[in-house]
Nanobody, 123 residues
């Protein structure tokens, strides 16, 4: 079992930055594929970014150039640095864990998910 807890969300203005954290417990995620998703009101879960165990990173087009996913295996934590935030980035952000690495972008392809952290970007 892996427990994931996100933090770092909040209310910010357009153009601001936020760094989300996802702390894992229960087992080491050093070799796991870790992803970030978001869900806006009335919409499906949307893939945002992911990092494989060996450092390969994946981004959705809207995140490229603005968001950076990273991991600190010593802290069993994954991060999502978000810059130049826009109102359309407003959503609940979730991290997810998958023991099988690869370009995994489907919500249901992951095995564990956190409870989410709210990010609200005002215009």
């Amino acid at each position: 079992q892996v427990q994931l807890v996100e933090s770092g969300g909040g209310l910010v203005q357009t153009g601001a930055s936020l760094t989300l954290s996802c702390a894992a417990s229960g087992r080491t995620i050093r070799l796991w594929h870790m992803g970030w998703f978001r869900q806006a009101p009335g919409k499906e879960h949307e893939f945002v970014a992911a990092t494989s165990w060996n450092g390969i990173k994946y981004y959705t087009d809207s995140a490229k150039g603005r968001f950076t996913v990273s991991r600190d295996n010593a802290k069993n934590t994954v991060y999502l640095q978000m810059n130049s935030l826009k109102p359309e980035d407003t959503a609940v952000y979730y991290c997810a864990a998958d023991p099988v690495t690869g370009d995994t972008r489907g919500w249901d392809e992951y095995d564990y998910w956190g409870q989410g952290t709210q990010v609200t970007v005002s215009s």
